[in-house]
T-cell receptor, first 117, second 115 residues
Framework: AQKITQTQPGMFVQEKEAVTLDCTYD???????LFWYKQPSSGEMIFLIY??????QNATEGRYSLNFQKARKSANLVISASQLGDSAMYFC??????????????FGPGTSLSVIP | EAGVAQSPRYKIIEKRQSVAFWCNPI?????LYWYQQILGQGPKLLIQ????????DSQLPKDRFSAERLKGVDSTLKIQPAKLEDSAVYLC?????????????FGPGTRLTVT
């Protein structure tokens, strides 16, 4: 069965510093997708970044990058130059084969990030 | 482009009562998802529609939860009767095509409190 683990319940980072949020996953599938969502206190889930299991290069989206280490089954999110608006819950998620490919997304428990001015 | 709309935003009911949530996805999005997010946890998929057909409802407690997506557009999720453990935020999301779950767009959610 697929599983997502986020071992950091809460993280603090100084404004303008970089921070890494950890994510490990477990799957027996060869084809899967990994991504990160941000959930501010308003509650809406915001898509940040995506990495396919066959993508050779790490994904980047602005200040977000995904450090994908397939052999270790890890997909850590790196946020560079943290801003106060980055304070939120961050969820790692995975999609995998089901009835069709790339369906049924599962989410990790989340990491709460607080940016300190 | 309008986002995913959900209503109501908040609902308080007593246990054993029934409740319904409504979701209107982004125009043109074929796939619609309902998630349950209990406080302190990640979202859990309850049901997934492709147009007006159900793709996955393996985690939907079918004895009390039901969902429909008539005409392949908006959707309703119903709980009858509600239990205390149903207190959660119910998130609706949509995506353009079933093959691209990383492009799920979420609504603001409905926060349900069962007393």
């Amino acid at each position: 069965a697929q599983k997502i683990t986020q071992t950091q319940p809460g993280m603090f980072v100084q404004e303008k510093e970089a921070v890494t949020l950890d994510c490990t996953y477990d799957t027996s599938d060869q084809s899967y997708g990994l991504f990160w969502y941000k959930q501010p206190s308003s509650g809406e889930m915001i898509f940040l970044i995506y990495q396919g299991s066959y993508d050779e290069q790490n994904a980047t989206e602005g200040r977000y990058s995904l450090n994908f280490q397939k052999a270790r089954k890890s997909a850590n999110l790196v946020i560079s130059a943290s801003q106060l608006g980055d304070s939120a819950m961050y969820f790692c998620a995975m999609s995998g084969p089901g009835k069709t490919s790339y369906d049924k997304v599962i989410f990790g428990p989340g990491t709460s990030l607080s940016v300190i001015p | 482009e309008a986002g995913v709309a959900q209503s109501p935003r908040y609902k308080i009911i007593e246990k054993r009562q029934s409740v319904a949530f409504w979701c209107n996805p982004i125009s043109g999005h074929a796939t619609l998802y309902w998630y349950q997010q209990i406080l302190g946890q990640g979202p859990k998929l309850l049901i997934q529609f492709q147009n007006n057909g159900v793709v996955d409802d393996s985690q939907l407690p079918k004895d009390r939860f039901s969902a429909e997506r008539l005409k392949g557009v908006d959707s309703t999720l119903k709980i009858q009767p509600a239990k205390l453990e149903d207190s959660a935020v119910y998130l609706c999301a949509s995506s353009l095509d079933q093959g691209y779950p990383y492009e799920q767009y979420f609504g603001p959610g409905t926060r349900l409190t069962v007393t």
